[in-house]
């Protein structure tokens, strides 16, 4: 763990811990670190901040046992602010929330989790005339894993040749395609993740 934080930037002598799910990449809280703070979370690796209001040093889940697990920890480029990743076991925030922002402490894949709630949608409305997605939750599981297998071949035949544009257009609706049948059998990329993750 690096030690060269500048704790005297401050005239309180803290520093702001902004503090990350090492997994699911979403920020849980902030707090406020002293070095004395700092080396008890290196020494328990269980997070410890200062706090400000009860003016003592303060380990997340001492009362409650929703404890932060120490993972990792960066400092900027101004030695003034520390990154901490860590586990944590139960809500982080004491409204009993997942963080401080009340949101779900989950993976975020960007514009795949968007797709995954769009095609969720289309699954719980398949009567949806309009939609291709709710047609093939309406033509069940063996015309999914159909189409996953036609896109897979179509990916396969042109990653043989040179043109990037039908690659990538193949590639996409192959991942599509498969993301319904996912949800077709009750799961979603968190579940493959998961799986990934156990192999490392």
Not at 24 to 30: I, P
Not at 86 to 112: I, M, R, S, Y
Request: hydrophobic share 35%.
């Amino acid at each position: 763990m690096k030690t060269n934080i500048d704790f005297n930037k401050n005239k309180d002598g803290l520093v702001p811990a902004i503090i990350q799910d090492q997994n699911t990449k979403k920020v849980l809280m902030l707090g406020y670190m002293n070095e004395e703070a700092y080396k008890k979370t290196v020494e328990t690796q269980k997070v410890t901040f200062y706090s400000r209001t009860k003016q003592r040093l303060w380990t997340k889940g001492e009362e409650s046992g929703n404890f932060l697990n120490l993972k990792d920890l960066k400092i900027d480029c101004d030695n003034d602010t520390l990154l901490i990743y860590v586990q944590p076991v139960g809500p982080v925030c004491h409204k009993g929330t997942d963080t401080c922002w009340a949101e779900k402490n989950q993976a975020d894949f960007g514009f795949l989790s968007t797709l995954e709630n769009i095609i969720s949608n289309r699954k719980e409305n398949r009567e949806d005339e309009k939609s291709y997605v709710a047609s093939l939750f309406r033509k069940g599981i063996n015309k999914i894993a159909q189409k996953v297998g036609e896109e897979a071949v179509e990916t396969v035949i042109e990653a043989k040749d040179d043109n990037a544009e039908l690659f990538l257009n193949e590639s996409a609706d192959l991942l599509f395609h498969y993301l319904i049948l996912l949800q077709a059998k009750g799961y979603t990329l968190k579940d493959i993740v998961k799986v990934l993750e156990s192999r490392h």
